[in-house]
């Protein structure tokens, strides 16, 4: 495929633009040059991305390609410890963030934790902590104080019955319609 991809280029690099008909025919080039045919302009000159002296070409998308630096790779599996695996856009703004690395995208992020050979279910996304001591379960006396305060509110007044009635300092509006389902479901409302 590649070869195709190059030898239609140095197809097109041969045939004479719109407006060259009347020159006169240069000899071919030995090698591929820099040099691409634009239709509109005439050649241009080809544009790669910002290399650094340890640099290799790929010859499917003829971009160079910049090697890892030990300082990007700590901050890859700083990102992946923070994130897990997966999250390359989160790991990537991370580390933009520590380092100037305008040059990388997600998807190079992924081959590179591949190319270190980070295995998925060693760096699990992060499971948020939750406190359990910070769930408070309902007491039977809130329960009826809840049963009060719908007879004299009505089913959905929740702030109100919040508001009007003895609860936990924790409890929401959420909670108390939460509880309120649970009872009405298990018929002890």
């Known amino acids: 495929m590649a070869r195709d991809r190059l030898n239609s280029t140095e197809a097109n690099i041969h045939t004479p ?33 910002p290399t650094q002296p340890s640099s290799t070409l790929d010859a499917d998308s003829h971009q160079a390609h910049v090697r890892y630096t030990p300082d990007e790779d700590e901050a890859l599996l700083d990102g992946i410890r923070a994130y897990g695996m997966g999250h390359w856009r989160l790991i990537l703004n991370r580390i933009q963030d520590r380092l100037q690395m305008s040059h990388r995208a997600p998807q190079s992020l992924r081959k590179r934790a591949e190319q270190l050979g980070l295995q998925p279910e060693r760096y699990p996304p992060p499971v948020p902590q939750i406190s359990r001591s910070a769930v408070v379960r309902f007491t039977t006396e809130e329960d009826a104080e809840l ?14 019955i919040l508001k009007h009635r003895h ?23």
């Not at 049963?147 to 702030?159: D, P, Q, V």
């Not at 409890?171 to 409302?189: G, I, P, V």
Request: no cysteine; hydrophobic share 25%; aromatic share 8%.
């Open 17 to 49: 633009l719109k407006g060259e008909a009347n020159r006169e025919p240069s000899r071919a080039p030995e090698a591929v040059t820099d040099q691409t045919p634009n239709e509109t302009t005439g050649p241009t000159q080809r544009q790669d991305a």
């Open 147 to 160: 049963r009060k305060g719908i007879e004299l509110f009505g089913y959905g007044s929740w702030a109100l």
């Open 167 to 189: 609860f936990h300092p924790k409890r929401t509006t959420h909670s108390l319609k939460s509880r309120a389902r649970f009872l009405k479901r298990n018929r002890l409302l």
